[in-house]
Nanobody, 127 residues
Framework: QVQVVEFGGGLVQVGESLRLSCTASGETFGEYAMAWFRQAPGKAREAVSC????????YYLDFVKGRFTISRDNAKNTVYLQMESLKAEDTAMYYCAAKRVNIRSWCSAQEGHYNYWGQGTQVTVSS
């Protein structure tokens, strides 16, 4: 059983930065594709970014392209989401998700593809 835990949420001002971290324990982290999703009040959950086992060609939601960067450190069982130039519209609960995959280059923006989820960490961007 994989346990996924997010860290790093908080309250920031518009234009500031924040880094989210997500650890996945219990299995070989390097065998998992990882993703960040978010859900704002009254809105559907959406994929923010995902990263394959190999770390190449990550996906980004158009709204965050150029501002957010996903990365992973397999030695630390951790995936990161570096968020820059935050906007009020980035306010949401951010969730980390994991899926064990055979294809090294695979990741997906579809939440139904992921088996394991964290409890979420709240990001609030105040104007």
């Amino acid at each position: 059983q994989v346990q996924v835990v997010e860290f790093g949420g908080g309250l920031v001002q518009v234009g500031e930065s924040l880094r989210l971290s997500c650890t996945a324990s219990g299995e070989t982290f390097g065998e998992y594709a990882m993703a960040w999703f978010r859900q704002a009040p009254g809105k559907a959950r959406e994929a923010v970014s995902c990263i394959s086992r190999g770390g190449g060609n990550p996906y980004y939601l158009d709204f965050v392209k150029g501002r957010f960067t996903i990365s992973r450190d397999n030695a630390k069982n951790t995936v990161y989401l570096q968020m820059e130039s935050l906007k009020a519209e980035d306010t949401a609960m951010y969730y980390c998700a994991a899926k064990r995959v055979n294809i090294r280059s695979w990741c997906s923006a579809q939440e139904g593809h992921y088996n394991y989820w964290g409890q979420g960490t709240q990001v609030t961007v105040s104007s």
